[in-house]
């Protein structure tokens, strides 16, 4: 039993419906000044658990950093790279994540231009810098830049693209000295350098837990793992346990002590908790299952084009629906239709040979050998 692409896709599922929920609910400015309805639950209360769905951020970096140390554990066991097989990993690989944004980042500027022309302003007042700011925004470099973004959400794509040129290095450490040396790490150093309020910053403590779980099948572990000999009541106690500590993370969290001392820690493990939860109990709930591995294939798309519906092309119109689970049905449903648009798009196009040649001519450029020639890669 291991942790598939299809556990994988539908904690997607998961993350992508909690990214929703953050984005549309969390403040009452994102409310666009509606007063949206909450029930049964009071709006306070509402509000108060779409606050804590930005740990949807830590499950898709959990999963990033996963599935790409399982592909570096397949081609290289030991985790040794010489300095052209890192760059190599690093090419492909960051061509293979931009190749998930390019796409529904061209359908965003053209839908743009059509629905809101003036949203381009946010890349400056003239178009040399708008140009320039675009194009920096799709090679997935704003965020080290400090240049300006068409929408603040795709700031996480420059996070993905760090964590793709850190991981041979992250890799080497944790082969060279273990897996709590670099929890450690990632535990005293961002707090110490960088500002963990950021975004680029407050998530990272789930890639140590990543490269973890990959190497030594942590998650594969727990949900093997028996509290007793009952199956029934060993699953209860097993997803009782895990809810419990997850509540009691996303309590502290939220608290001021939490807030002040623990955002840092507790996001990362938080999302952590939740993936542990959603792998122990989805197998034994097959039809929300097929339904989040749905979501998940789509995730991407979704991800990427949620906030200009949200924030751009019909915010008015997205929240006259007034109910908190009538807008993000109809968010699901307006994204997911987009997706499968997009779908038919790289069909027609034949974008994977497009990605495929695109990568064999950034290899030939960086280091003279083509993806179908290069030994070391071809069980990734």
Not at 43 to 53: C, H, I, N, P, V
Request: net charge positive; proline share 4%; charged share 15%.
């Amino acid at each position: 039993m291991s942790f598939s692409k299809k556990d994988t896709s539908a904690v997607k599922g998961i993350a992508i419906l909690l990214m929703f929920a953050y984005h549309c609910f969390s403040t009452i400015d994102r409310m666009q000044g509606v007063d949206v309805s909450f029930y049964p639950f009071s709006k306070e209360f509402g509000m108060y658990l779409a606050g804590q769905m930005n740990v949807c951020v830590s499950m898709f970096l959990f999963l990033s950093v996963y599935g790409m140390t399982v592909s570096a554990k397949k081609a290289f066991p030991d985790y040794r790279m010489t300095s052209r097989q890192c760059t190599e990993f690093v090419c492909v690989r960051y061509i293979k994540l931009m190749s998930s944004f390019w796409i529904p980042f061209a359908f965003c500027e053209v839908a743009s231009l059509i629905l809101s022309p003036s949203s381009f302003s946010a890349y400056g007042s003239s178009v040399p810098r708008v140009a320039a700011n675009m194009a920096v925004e799709a090679l997935g470099l704003s965020e080290f830049f400090g240049t300006a973004k068409h929408i603040g959400t795709w700031w996480y794509i420059s996070l993905a693209v760090l964590l793709v040129v850190l991981l041979p290095l992250l890799l080497a450490v944790y082969r060279r000295f273990g897996g709590l040396v670099l929890i450690g790490l990632f535990v005293m150093l961002p707090p110490m350098l960088l500002d963990t309020g950021k975004n680029m910053s407050r998530y990272l403590l789930v890639v140590p837990l990543a490269i973890c779980c990959a190497d030594q099948g942590i998650l594969e572990r727990y949900k093997n793992w028996s509290w007793c000999k009952k199956p029934v009541l060993d699953g209860l106690l097993k997803v009782t346990w895990t809810l419990l500590l997850a509540a009691a993370v996303a309590y502290v969290r939220k608290s001021s002590w939490g807030v002040k001392y623990m955002e840092y820690p507790l996001v990362g493990l938080l999302g952590f908790l939740l993936i542990l939860l959603a792998y122990s109990i989805l197998d034994h709930m097959k039809p929300v299952q097929r339904v989040l591995i749905y979501l998940g294939n789509h995730s991407g798309d979704m991800f990427f084009i949620h906030t200009f519906f949200r924030g751009i092309w019909f915010e008015g119109w997205l929240y006259s629906f007034k109910h908190a689970l009538l807008i993000e049905l109809v968010l699901v449903a307006a994204t997911l239709l987009c997706s499968h648009f997009l779908d038919l798009v790289r069909r027609v196009i034949r974008y994977p040979k497009i990605i495929q040649w695109a990568s064999d001519l950034a290899l030939r450029t960086v280091t003279g050998t083509a993806e179908e020639n290069r030994k070391p890669m071809t069980k990734s």
